[in-house]
């Protein structure tokens, strides 16, 4: 059954049932054969109502058997025709409005890889879920059942009305004047009711926001023994969705039962005034019998009809906001040069490779080629830069709005195999540093260089692939130990798994498992430690081997034994490698090339560890406790 948001509307339903079509187009035939089978369905009620006219009036009141028993034949093919088509095009339809939301889904999820990463920041996860699970079911659910009921109440009712016309129009007036009143009673009482379900609603959200919280908050909450106060804020809550629930079904439950007495009065009165008009001979008895049907059925059709357009309305206002997500404009992406396999010869020349080799280099296009290009191959129209990680930033501001610059002028290099660290406040500009390198966001002023290439000319897929990122908040997939590690190069062998689990040091742990590399991690590998969670990552990242490796605040949940391991793993990592560290404990970035003090977007201090201690600054307040790192 369809979920009551009566009270949702779309913001263009012309538009939006324009852009459902589009995908219903590409099932003309079926839903062309769907139409003339709902026609079949529809015409048989109706017909079968009418010739109970010529069958009391020709063959019942005559007392021909013979003829009867034909005619009920008869009947009986055209029903049994009606049965099979509403049979068939609801089989039909079912498949049809799968296929329609499986191409919708794909889209939107296809979609939603393209958005970049400031879309996400600007809306919950609750509402992107939102438009996969409920969105989607409430379109499926329209297409399953009001498309084809939404035609066949159109034709039914319209159709019952032409037949009491034709069969007599004094008394159609009788029905045509309640079924006025049945829409004017379901208008107005969908007005009043629209007030109420807006409050449900609210309410609801309240009770959901407040029950997340409290199931994500239960140590919080039994630290504090807030157990009695969060109850009693509950109960509070559970009853103003009470009172509003109450309000908004009453209004709803009315709806039917007073349309179906409505309904049984006009029977009462058009057989009353019907038998008055057979016993006066205005009217015959088959004509009658025919004419009772179509009123005692006319309700239906029209209720029916005015329900289908409210789940229609629903399911366009939940297909726009897919729609309007699809719309949004993704991620741009104008880089030419590319990330390409190569080997390595001899003399130092690449050459382009379909096999990995271990060995990476920029394909870039004549035109775009820096002159450090290193090999030449003009005679092919591009140049081959070998990949080393050299990363320098130019006088580069950036803000994610022009009114709040968050990087001001930073300029900074690391060249291939160096360990830069960063060290500041919160808000400092550390992270959006290391978001910039990757591209998640587009520099404001500047220009940001990869080996001498403008990471603008290169394609963020590519650029991206050349890099690893731990953060501090590792994300593990469904699956296998093994799977999760191989998600940094999805062709790696067992071998290759293994040797980036050693690497890592998480090779012992994850023997000591009940399956060792097979066994399965769910809900973000719930079932390990935080600890052992952050050693899979760095086997990720360390099975991809990256020039460039990003370490956003890694450690800085892990109790210190843990961290002396992780260390390790991530000593052997940076090995021979461009390595960027965010880091709140100064100790594990006490063997870097140069650290870097930022405050308000600023670089305010730079160098080494121990000069950095001389010149008695914020790094040397920091290193002594004088200062606190937030």
């Known amino acids: 059954m369809m979920k009551n948001t009566k009270n949702v509307k779309p913001k263009d339903a012309k538009k939006t049932l324009l852009h459902l079509l589009n995908y219903l187009g590409h099932h003309k035939i079926s839903l062309l054969l769907i139409a003339v089978l709902v026609c079949i369905s529809a015409l048989s009620g109706i017909l079968g109502t009418y010739l109970l006219k010529p069958v009391i009036n020709r063959y019942i009141l005559p007392g021909d058997i013979p003829g009867l028993i034909k005619m009920i034949f008869y009947m009986g093919l055209m029903y049994l025709a009606g049965a099979l088509s509403c049979l068939f095009y609801n089989r039909i339809m079912v498949h049809i409005s799968q296929q329609v939301v499986s191409e919708i889904r794909m889209d939107l ?27 989607v079911d409430t379109i499926s659910e329209a297409l399953n059942n009001s498309f084809t009921l939404l035609i066949q109440s159109f034709i039914t009712a319209v159709g019952t009305i032409i037949m009491l016309v034709v069969l007599d129009w004094q008394l159609s007036l009788i029905v045509i004047f309640f079924l006025a009143i049945m829409l004017l009673y379901i208008r107005r009482n969908g007005k009043l009711s629209k007030k109420y379900f807006k409050e449900q609603q609210k309410n609801l959200g309240n009770i959901n926001g407040f029950v997340e919280e409290m199931v994500a908050g239960q140590k919080v909450e039994k630290v504090f023994n807030h157990e009695k106060q969060d109850f009693e804020r509950f109960c509070e809550l559970n009853e103003n969705l009470r009172i509003s629930s109450t309000k908004a079904t009453t209004y709803t439950g009315k709806t039917v039962p007073t349309i179906v007495s409505l309904s ?72 030419t040069v590319t990330l390409i396999k190569v080997l390595q010869h001899g003399d130092g020349s690449l050459t382009e490779s379909d096999t990995y080799t271990g060995y990476f280099a ?60 960063f060290v500041g406040s919160t808000g400092a500009g550390k992270t959006t540093i290391i978001n910039l390198i990757n591209r998640f966001y587009e520099i404001n002023e500047g220009t940001i260089t990869y080996d001498g290439i403008d990471i603008k000319d290169i394609k963020k897929a590519d650029l991206r692939r050349s890099i690893s990122l731990i953060i501090q908040d590792t994300h593990l997939f469904t699956g296998s130990i093994a799977d999760n590690i191989r998600y940094g190069r999805l062709g790696a062998s067992d071998e290759d798994v293994k040797a980036a689990a050693k690497i890592a040091n998480a090779d012992s742990f994850i023997k000591r498992l009940p399956n060792g590399y097979d066994t399965l991690l769910e809900s973000d590998g719930g079932n390990l430690s935080q600890g052992q969670r952050q050693l899979i990552a760095i086997a990720r990242a360390a099975i991809s081997e990256p020039p460039v490796l990003v370490m956003d605040e890694a450690t800085s949940s892990i109790d210190t034994r843990t961290e002396k391991l992780i260390e390790k793993g991530m000593d052997a990592l940076m090995q021979d490698r461009t390595v960027f560290v965010i880091a709140h404990r100064l100790s594990t970035i006490r063997n870097s090339k140069a650290i870097m003090v930022l405050e308000k977007g600023e670089i305010i201090e730079r160098g080494s560890h121990e000069e950095l201690l001389e010149e008695k600054g914020r790094y040397y307040q920091l290193h002594t406790g004088q200062f606190e790192l937030e």
């Open 109 to 135: 999820f296809k979609h939603t890889q393209k958005l970049p990463l400031n879309y996400f920041d600007t809306h919950t996860h609750g509402d992107l879920m939102s438009h996969f699970t409920n969105d």
């Open 362 to 421: 920029w394909k870039v296009p004549d035109i775009d080629a820096p002159p450090t290009c290193s090999t030449d191959t003009k005679s092919t129209g591009y140049h081959l830069t070998p990949l080393k990680g050299d990363v320098r930033f130019h006088d580069v501001a950036f803000g994610y709005s022009k009114e709040h610059m968050i990087l001001n002028g930073i300029n900074l290099f690391a060249k291939p195999g160096q360990k830069i660290a």
């Open 264 to 335: 049984y009065i006009n029977y009462a009165f058009s057989a009353c005034i019907g038998g008055l008009f057979a016993i006066s001979g205005l009217t015959d008895l088959g004509t009658l019998a025919s004419y009772l049907i179509y009123v005692r059925q006319s309700a239906m059709p029209m209720n029916q009809f005015t329900m289908q357009i409210n789940f229609l309305m629903v399911a366009l206002a939940s297909a726009e906001k897919i729609f309007d997500m699809i719309a949004e404009k993704p991620e741009v992406d104008e880089g």
